[in-house]
Structures are given as structure tokens and as C-alpha cells.
């Protein structure tokens, strides 16, 4: 398995004492970045709100870099030019939709000229009117109207499918390729073909894809038409995705370095994200295909839970905890008054694991720090998880075993969890096992009853469960069980359009990820992914410079949100297509290092990254193309916007936090990878961002580890404890918070990837490999059918065929007696 030639990340490639050196990791995360620490407390709530992307303009804004303003009025010059020659004396906005239909015709019919030059003046020209003609607009409502409006007709016109040729030529212009690559600097002048058609298509495919109250209902059929296509294989037998996948490899494979990698790649999210679908469609069709296996409704609406969650206190830092050991043992700490640890009780006042008894708090010294924060909400304040006392004796037992009504999420409980929990049991108890039967619990004592029961209410059997099974079935009987029926959705088009080059695609968006990631330092072999931002002449003044700065950070921001935003979408949609299809992407994921990766990238000021300012609003579009230019300072500049947080490093932060996720739950060697590279501390700084979502993420792969960490690691670790207990969802029994689980035994992880690896290797064999069922053809035993059947011989065999005969038939002996024989 290739791997990323340039992922010189630390975690790989140093010694132990560079590793910590460069990592921070010691167990507390002191050491690293103490000044970050230093007020976390007073880190305010981030009123965030996640979805599948930010609002309309900014989306649109993104499209262009800051270098690209002056092109703005080129393609209004353009299209004026050439409009006033065929339109006089009227504008546009002037024009009835017949009129513009004629003249849209005839621009589409002037892309096919063959002079290079006066194709990009059309292809410019058709961009200004999908930018809403705002030198006709007096307002930015009025831009989005009108492109919105130009949008749907140009798509009615047929322009997507003739950009579509000319992008697919520009790919293959192996004359433009050549001469990139023997230029010592790229700019954005390589690339402006390219830049301009990809900005159509992206308008189109963005406008299109977000649906609005007011659509006429032909503007809903041609949204529906137009996902249609997209994901269809219309585009020479393969979906628009993949030409797209394949200019990100040409451009990592260093072929092709003058491609505007950006707007590739969010055309190529936007393109996924249109057809097949964003989160909430995701838990739609997840609802819908659990109706169809007959599995009982998911336990609660994942989105809504997440949205209502509350962010926690972070985490007291290591020089606070220092401090207060010393204290201690100086003896010198006063006794501050008690205050009300179990949060739980600002959920339900009836917990029945709430310890009643006032406990004298003095020996947490990681609670100290609850002492000086003065009024706190209730929500954040620590929790103490305490062994549930006994309860009162005229209690009712419905409410010793009632479930927490604050908890936010609904326990789970795994077929393989209760089997184990049985296993365990009756050796026990009995001496000997039942296998797989959860039934019989003859032999068992009445609290083992009670506990089964309890395990089975929340029993919760997943999609993919079901998935394994009936590809085990397959495997073991295919004659039996006959061929499989693939419904061809556009995921599994997507896959199948995928699969020969699965493992370039994952290889080549991470070597961009690393790239673009804020802590990478630039190496002279690795790929330039400023092309599309740098100008033809570099700045002279310091204003120029401090503009050029923000905006090469703001384009290497917009490359990260877009990836990570793309991979989370593609291992969602294929694990609900198919767990196995997800399994191929995760694990060529791991083995490119995507898990040092991601942590890499974690590894800086996670605070500074979310509140950066690398935007100047007055270059946005569309207010630039709207409003009059105010004078930049650097004063102007250096202040930035007055937003609380970036909107798209928070939403790229949360994304890699969910891909570290998807593959790492319930692998143990990946686990134990998160472990290798000293995650925890990295995990614990980017608790101090105060917003809820980031932190569910980040304490479900803190509480993954924790049975690896060590006794001393928890119990200096009591608040991050409890933030898991209370935020994520609980697993019955599952022994995290003790470490005593079986699980936590070192096995041999390399034989669980490679049993894995192997179940892939034969759900793809299964499914794709058409020459696979050779060996169930039926053979045919008759004779004269046989010798009746048609055989096709070469077109001189006619001319050979004596020599033939005598060859092969008269000249070979035949032993008639020994046939007799062996009668």
C-alpha cells in the first residue's frame, strides 16, 4: 500500500524524545502551549450552528481569492461588448426570457470556435451572467435574484454539458500540463481557462442544489433533473465526480500543478453533497432503509440532540493541577464552603445514581479550580461519578432502575455486548457456556435475570450488523442464495466508478490536506497548492503583502473545510450503502496516516485557528461588486471582521474530529493508535473551544482510549471523566471508566486489520469482479449438444485444415483396447 511520500509528521518519523518535543505529550498536555491555557476559563460560548454548509453568499464568496477582483470586470467588459453588438440599446435585466434564451443559444454556440482566445471571452461573458449581471443591480439581494434566474436558464440552454467538453479538453491539454510544469513559478494566469470554467459549473451546481420556498415547479423538476445527471455515469460511463477525482490525482502526481486545486475541490464537495445528499437526507435514508430490514426506529433524532447539548467548562490545565499538589502538600489550602457537584441533578432531581450524602470535596484537586470561577452555569460545573449508594429501603423499584432523563442520548447495547455479558455469567456461575444463545438462563441467579433483561430493552442492532450477516450468507452459499440485487443508487455508482482507483483518490486528498493544514512548514518537494492564488506580479507594498497573506491563509482554510467536508460525506454515504464499502475507504484512510494526520493538525492553538480573521469583507462577493471600494489600511486589515469565530475552521475542525471517529469506533489497532501517538493531551487543548458539538467529539475518542491510559491518568482526569459520562452516549457495559475490560488486553491488532482487509478483499471480489463465478458454470455432458455448438475459428483455419487432420487426428495413434478396458 502506497503511503503519503511527504507525511513527515512527527508522530511517524521522530525519535521518542523528538516525539514529545514536538507533540507536547506528556499526560496533562503540560508543556505545550501553557499560555493557551491561561484563561481558558473565561473562553466564552460559541453560538455555532453545524449543517451541511455555510450560508448561500458565503458559499459563494469562498469560489473566488481576493487576487481574483480585477476579473470581475473583465467578464462584465466581455459581456458588454459582446451584447451591445447584438442588443442595442437595451440591458439585460430589459430582455424577455425568450430574448434571453436567443442570445444564451448564441453564446453556446460560439464556445465551439476554435480560436482559444475568443473562447474564453464567451466562456467570460456566460460567468458574468451567472455572477447575476450586478453592473444592472443596485443591491445584493438584487445579484443573487438575477443569478439565480441566469443560473436556471443557463442549465434549461444546455451550457452544463458543453462545459463540460471544453473542462474535459482542458484536462487534456497535455501542452498547457507541459509548460506548467517547466515554469519555476505558477500563477494565476496558468490557470485562467480552467478557473473560469470551473466557476460556471460551480455557480451552477451550488444555485441548483439550494432549494428555496419561492421555486416554480420547473425549477424543482430541473433541480431533480439535474442531480439525476450528475450522478448518473452520462459523463463517458463514469459520474461528473470522478473526472473531478481525477484532476485532484493529476495535479498530486505533479502533472498538472497549474490546476486551481481549490475550486476543484469545491466543486467536487458540492457535486457529492448534491447528489447524494447532505446529513439530514443521510438520517433519512438511514430511517428509511431500518423500515426496510424490519429494525426497529433509531432511539432518537441524532441532530436534534446534538444541536440541544450545552458546551462544558474545559478542563483544568496541568500548571493549575501542579499548583494545586503543592498546595496540598504544603498543607497550606483553605477549606472553601461545599458546593453542589452532580450536575446530573440540574437534569432530573430523582437520579437514582445521584449520591444524596454531602461529600467533603478536599481530595480532587482538580476541583479546585471550580472554587474561583465564581457564578458558573449549572451545566458546567464539575461531576463527580461516584458508586451509586445503596438505596432507601421504601424506595420502589421502578425508580431504582429508571433511566436519567437528562442524559442525552439513549443507552445502546450490542448483540455481541450481551452475549459476552452471558459467556462471562455462566462460567461463572455454572461452569460451562451456551454459545451464542441469549436465551436460556436456566442455572443463572435473579440479578443476572434482571441485568439480560435490562440489556435486551436496549438491545440496538445496526444497519451494518445486518449488512455482515447477509454477506456472510452470500459467501458461504452462492449457489443457494443466488445473485444479490444492487440497487443502483448514486452512491453505489460513485463507489463502483471509485473502486479500481480508490486508494490514489484517498492518497492524493490527504497529500492536499497536508498541505493546507496550519501546521505544516513548507518543504521544497511538496505539492504547491497556491497556484490559484498567487498573482502574476508579487507585492511591493506592505499593504499588497498583509492582503496577499490573508488571502493565501483564507485559500488554504477553504482547501481544508472542502476536504474534510468531502470525506466525511463519502465514508457516511458508503457506510449506509454498504459497511463494507466504508471498511475500504476507512482502511485506505489508515494506512495513508490519515490518524497522525488529523492529529497533526490538532496539535497548535485550537483557539487562535477557530477566531482567525482571514477574511476582509469588503473583497466578498457579492458586496465588492455592489458597493463602493473602501481605502485598506493595514490597520483595516490587521482588525479584521468583528466575528466571534471562523465559521469554516470550526466547521473543518469538527469534521476531522467526526472522521477520526468513523475510524476509530470499535477498532482496538486503531485505538491503540490514538494511544502510540499521545492523543490525549492534543484531544484535551481542543476542549477549551466552548461549543458543544467539538467537544462530544472530542471526549468520544478521549473515552475510547481511557481503558489505555492508566489508573493515574483518570484520576487526575476526573472533570474530563464526567464531561463523558454526561455528554456521550452511555454503552451499558461497557467498562471504560475502569479499564478492566477484556478488551484492554494488548492482542495482536495487525491479525484484526488483516481479517478485515480479507472480508473486503471478498465483498468486492463478490460484488464487482465480473470473471469470479467461473467455476459455478454449469458443464455441459451431452454429447451431441456439445458437438453441435458453434465454435468460431480463425479466418485462414480453412486453408490449414488438412494439415490439421493429419497432424492432431490421422497421424495420432489411438489405444481403442485400453478404452475398451477401462470399461
Known amino acids: ?54 450560508s448561500f453568499t458565503a458559499e459563494l464568496s469562498e469560489l473566488y481569492s481576493y487576487t481574483e477582483e480585477p476579473e470581475f470586470s473583465l467578464n462584465r467588459d466581455y459581456f458588454e461588448e459582446d451584447f451591445k453588438n447584438h442588443v442595442k440599446g437595451r440591458r439585460w435585466m430589459e430582455l424577455s426570457l425568450e430574448e434571453q434564451k436567443t442570445y444564451v443559444m448564441r453564446l453556446l454556440d460560439a464556445l465551439e470556435v476554435t480560436d482559444r482566445d475568443k473562447r474564453l471571452k464567451v466562456a467570460r461573458a456566460i460567468l458574468y451572467l451567472a455572477q447575476g449581471v450586478f453592473d444592472e443591480c443596485d443591491t445584493e439581494t438584487d445579484v443573487l435574484y438575477w443569478s439565480r434566474h441566469n443560473v436556471f436558464l443557463l442549465y434549461d440552454m444546455g451550457i452544463f454539458t458543453a462545459l463540460l467538453e471544453l473542462l474535459s479538453m482542458e484536462i487534456d491539454n497535455n501542452q498547457a500540463c507541459s509548460s506548467a510544469v517547466r515554469k519555476p513559478a505558477i500563477s494565476l494566469a496558468d490557470s485562467t481557462e480552467l478557473r473560469v470554467l470551473l466557476s460556471i459549473m460551480y455557480l451552477m451546481v451550488e444555485t441548483i442544489r439550494v432549494e428555496m420556498d419561492s421555486d416554480a415547479p420547473e425549477r424543482k423538476t430541473a433541480r431533480e433533473a439535474f442531480k439525476a445527471e450528475l450522478g448518473s455515469p452520462l459523463y463517458n460511463g463514469e459520474p461528473f465526480a470522478l473526472l473531478l477525482f481525477t484532476m485532484v490525482t493529476k495535479f498530486c502526481s505533479m502533472n498538472a500543478p497549474h490546476f486551481p486545486m481549490k475550486k476543484v475541490l469545491l466543486l467536487l464537495w458540492k457535486t457529492i453533497l448534491f447528489t447524494l445528499g447532505g446529513f439530514e437526507e443521510l438520517l433519512e435514508m438511514k430511517v428509511r432503509v431500518r423500515e426496510r430490514l424490519n429494525l426497529p426506529p433509531l432511539p432518537e433524532d441524532s441532530i436534534k440532540v446534538v444541536r440541544n447539548m450545552r458546551a462544558a467548562s474545559p478542563p483544568a490545565s496541568a500548571m493549575e493541577l501542579i499548583e494545586q499538589q503543592q498546595q496540598q502538600k504544603r498543607g497550606r489550602r483553605s477549606r472553601r464552603p461545599l458546593v453542589k457537584q452532580d450536575s446530573l441533578d440540574t437534569y432530573n432531581e430523582r437520579d437514582p445514581f445521584k449520591n444524596d450524602d454531602a461529600r467533603d470535596e478536599e481530595d480532587d484537586p482538580e476541583d479546585v479550580d471550580s472554587g474561583i470561577e465564581g457564578e458558573v452555569d449549572p451545566l458546567d460545573r464539575d461531576v463527580i461519578i461516584q458508586p451509586p449508594p445503596p438505596p432507601p429501603p421504601l424506595r420502589p423499584p421502578t425508580e431504582r432502575v429508571s433511566f436519567p432523563k437528562g442524559l ?54 445496526s444497519i451494518a450488523e445486518v449488512q455482515i450477516k447477509r454477506e456472510e450468507e452470500l459467501q458461504q452459499c452462492p449457489m443457494t442464495m443466488g445473485d444479490e440485487e444492487v440497487e443502483e443508487t448514486p452512491t453505489e455508482i460513485l463507489y463502483l466508478g471509485m473502486l479500481p482507483n480508490l486508494s490514489q483518490y484517498v492518497i492524493a486528498l490527504l497529500k492536499l490536506l497536508l498541505a493546507a493544514a496550519p501546521t505544516s512548514k513548507a518543504k521544497t518537494d511538496s505539492i504547491n497548492i497556491l497556484a490559484d ?88 462577493f457579492p458586496h465588492c461588486v455592489v458597493h ?15 466575528n466571534q469565530f471562523c465559521w469554516r475552521n470550526l466547521f473543518s475542525c469538527i469534521n476531522l474530529l467526526r472522521i477520526l471517529n468513523k475510524i476509530t469506533k470499535w477498532k482496538h489497532s486503531r485505538t491503540m493508535m490514538l494511544v502510540v501517538f499521545k492523543s490525549a493531551p492534543i484531544l484535551k487543548r481542543a476542549l477549551k473551544v466552548k461549543q458543544a458539538m467539538m467537544q462530544l467529539y472530542v471526549l468520544k475518542l478521549l473515552k475510547i482510549q481511557t481503558k489505555y491510559l492508566g489508573r493515574q491518568w483518570r484520576k487526575s482526569n476526573m472533570k474530563t471523566m464526567s464531561a463523558i459520562y454526561q455528554k456521550v452516549r452511555h454503552r451499558l457495559n461497557d ?71 493429419e497432424r492432431e487426428v490421422f497421424s495420432q495413434p489411438i489405444q481403442w483396447e485400453g478404452l475398451l478396458q477401462a470399461q
Open 735 to 805: 467498562d471504560w471508566a475502569y479499564g478492566n475490560d477484556i478488551d484492554a488486553r494488548p492482542w495482536d491488532f495487525q491479525a484484526e486489520e488483516c481479517a478485515l482487509r480479507e472480508s473486503i478483499e471478498k465483498f468486492n471480489t463478490r460484488r464487482y469482479d465480473k470473471n469470479q463465478n467461473s467455476d459455478f458454470i454449469p458443464v455441459d455432458n451431452c454429447l451431441q449438444s456439445v458437438l453441435g455448438q458453434r465454435v468460431d475459428l480463425p479466418e485462414d483455419f480453412h486453408y490449414s485444415y488438412e494439415m490439421w487432420l
Open 1 to 54: 500500500m502506497q503511503q503519503i511520500d511527504d507525511m513527515e509528521v512527527p508522530i511517524l518519523n521522530d525519535n521518542n524524545s523528538n516525539r514529545q518535543k514536538s507533540l507536547g505529550q506528556d499526560r496533562d498536555g503540560f508543556g505545550h502551549q501553557q499560555k493557551d491555557s491561561e484563561g481558558s476559563m473565561e473562553s466564552p460560548n460559541l453560538e455555532f450552528e453545524y449543517g451541511d454548509t455555510d
Open 628 to 642: 463602493e471600494m473602501p481605502e485598506l489600511t493595514a490597520e483595516s486589515l490587521e482588525a479584521g471582521d468583528t
Open 533 to 620: 492564488v498567487l498573482p502574476e506580479e508579487m507585492p511591493i507594498t506592505v499593504l499588497q503583502s498583509m492582503k496577499l497573506g490573508i488571502d493565501v491563509n483564507r485559500h488554504k482554510e477553504i482547501i481544508v473545510k472542502a476536504i474534510s467536508a468531502l470525506l466525511l460525506l463519502l465514508l457516511k454515504h458508503f457506510k449506509l450503502n454498504h459497511i463494507y464499502q466504508f471498511e475500504y475507504v476507512a482502511q485506505h484512510l489508515v494506512f495513508a496516516n490519515c490518524i497522525p494526520l488529523i492529529l497533526k493538525f490538532f496539535n497548535q492553538n485550537i483557539m487562535s485557528y477557530i477566531s482567525a480573521k482571514n477574511s476582509i469583507c469588503a473583497l466578498d
Open 408 to 461: 442525552p442520548w439513549a443507552p445502546k447495547v450490542r448483540e455481541k455486548d450481551i452475549e459476552h455479558f452471558l459467556e462471562t455469567s455462566r462460567n461463572k456461575f455454572i461452569g460451562f457456556t451456551l454459545g451464542n444463545d441469549t436465551e436460556t438462563l436456566v442455572g443463572l441467579p435473579r440479578p443476572i435475570h434482571e441485568s439480560v433483561k435490562t440489556l435486551k430493552q436496549h438491545k440496538y442492532v
